[in-house]
């Protein structure tokens, strides 16, 4: 299953369950090294929302930019940047992307046309700057921009949600809102009406899709492209999760108790959820899912 090639591929939910499961083992690899020690300084993982990344694969095109923030692996992923020369540069190896100089936090492939910054919100004046070169050179290309609930409190979400709708320019802002930002509940510092909410002040398209369920997450994201792609300015998309793990790894993760980690698990998995619709629709047995 390539997500590289010169059409953006159709995903069936089986591709993308499979997707997903290379998205966790991905995740498991990297928090291995911080067992072993191999791995220095802060690292965070995505795990519980690989349903929002493995929904972005299939609309993207590979004249598209992808500018993350520092939970960045899964969109990696899903933009097709490869497996090992990530895992390189995440392990600071000289056959990494960048040559081990960027780690973790600054992954950066210009071939796949993916990037990260590991400033919170910082990443969507970068995709801003994409969408506009976009419109510069007359190309249908858009520019998606990621951050976090923690993210969207900041000036750049204001000033970069304002100067693209303007200028009407291609750019998809997508929010995963896991709920906290580090340890500080979303639901205390966003006010009414919520992250997509805001859209309406700028005239953008805006909407909210639960990110556990991956086809729920494809459909939004792919109108949301659409919009960007057919000249009517930006869009906004808040997806729903979960972060299972703390906010990096070694994280005491004080602030939320082990019931409520548990219940979002045993409920909020997008693993596990697909998994069960395949199951429910005679896709595979199982067998062959294991």
Not at 143 to 149: E, F, K, M, P, Q
Not at 240 to 264: K, Q, V
Request: with cysteine.
């Amino acid at each position: 299953m390539a997500l590289d090639a010169t059409v953006a591929p159709v995903l069936s939910l089986l591709d993308r369950y499979h997707l997903m499961l290379r998205m966790r083992a991905f995740e498991d690899a990297c928090a291995e090294g911080i067992r072993t020690g191999e791995l220095r300084g802060e690292l965070h993982l995505a795990t519980g929302q690989e349903g929002i990344a493995a929904g972005l694969a299939g609309s993207m095109r590979p004249s598209d930019w992808l500018v993350s923030t520092h939970r960045s692996h899964l969109h990696a992923i899903a933009k097709g940047v490869p497996l090992l020369p990530m895992l390189a540069e995440i392990y600071e190896k000289a056959s990494g992307l960048a040559g081990g100089k960027g780690g973790h936090l600054h992954l950066f492939d210009p071939e796949h046309r993916f990037s990260t910054t590991g400033i919170v919100g910082s990443a969507l004046p970068v995709a801003l700057g994409h969408a506009y070169a976009a419109r510069m050179e007359g190309s249908d290309a858009v520019a998606i921009g990621v951050t976090g609930d923690g993210g969207v409190n900041t000036g750049q979400f204001h000033e970069t949600m304002n100067m693209a709708a303007i200028w009407s320019l291609p750019l998809v802002v997508l929010v995963e809102n896991n709920h906290y930002a580090i340890s500080v509940p979303a639901s205390g510092v966003i006010a009414p009406p919520g992250i997509a909410g805001r859209a309406a002040a700028y005239g953008a398209w805006g909407a909210v899709v639960d990110g556990t369920e991956v086809e729920a997450v494809a459909s939004a994201f792919a109108e949301a492209v659409a919009h960007a792609r057919g000249g009517s300015g930006p869009a906004l998309l808040e997806a729903t999760c979960h972060r299972f793990r703390g906010h990096y790894e070694g994280d005491t993760d004080h602030y939320r108790t082990p019931a409520s980690r548990e219940e979002m698990v045993r409920s909020g998995d997008p693993i596990l959820i697909a998994r069960a619709l395949l199951l429910e629709r005679g896709v595979a047995d199982a067998p062959t899912l294991d």
